[in-house]
T-cell receptor, first 110, second 115 residues
């Protein structure tokens, strides 16, 4: 089956610095990807998405990069704030299912 | 409603007991998903509905798990004869479109603990 994994399970950054969270996926047929943020006790919250016909997409303080050649996604968060502390998941879509990785726990140090 | 609503938020069940978990999706959303999330893990797909039709149930771990969405809106996930390994957070998500290529909105989940 498909697998979506994250390179680093934990990441600590200083407030104000930029954060980069990486994700590898294995199914080359996946054509839609979403980054979710999950705070403790809450459901995953949509951050940004990207389709496979794009390499880059920008939102407010966030940028997602997609490298289909090496099947890699990254989420960049600019000027990281304490409220960004959470677990971040990438999810790939194939057919009707979204496949999630294990997640990266981001801690922002004030 | 404003978002996906799940109830109860917490459920403690004795092993062998049957449980029913409810999901109220966003009004008008065609697609509905159920996921199981173990502690420290990402959500794992259980099943998918398009309106009232259950199009994919490949993720249901055993025949003790059953989901329905009879009127294409509210959905119920039922687990019969619960086991300790069923302890997890059960997440429901809905999306406006079909085929998975649209944003899925998640509820807060139901935390099931089987003792």
């Amino acid at each position: 089956g498909e697998s979506v994994g994250l390179h680093l399970p934990t990441l600590s950054v200083q407030e104000g610095d930029n954060s980069i969270i990486n994700c590898a996926y294995s199914n080359s047929a996946s054509d839609y990807f979403i980054w979710y943020k999950q705070e403790s006790g809450k459901g995953p919250q949509f951050i940004i998405d990207i389709r496979s016909n794009m390499d880059k997409r920008q939102g407010q303080r966030v940028t997602v990069l997609l490298n289909k050649t090496v099947k890699h996604l990254s989420l960049q968060i600019a000027a990281t704030q304490p409220g960004d502390s959470a677990v971040y998941f990438c999810a790939e879509n194939t057919g009707n299912q979204f496949y999630f990785g294990t997640g990266t726990s981001l801690t922002v140090i004030p | 409603g404003a978002g996906v609503s799940q109830s109860p938020r917490y459920k403690v069940a004795k092993r062998g007991q049957d449980v029913a978990l409810r999901c109220d999706p966003i009004s008008g959303h065609v697609s509905l998903f159920w996921y199981q999330q173990a502690l420290g893990q990402g959500p794992e797909f259980l099943t998918y509905f398009q309106n009232e039709a259950q199009l994919d149930k490949s993720g249901l771990p055993s025949d003790r798990f059953f989901a329905e969405r009879p009127e294409g809106s509210v959905s119920t996930l039922k687990i019969q004869r619960t086991q300790k390994e069923d302890s997890a957070v059960y997440l429901c998500a809905s999306s406006l479109g079909t085929g998975g290529h649209t944003e899925a909105f998640f509820g807060q989940g139901t935390r099931l603990t089987v003792v």
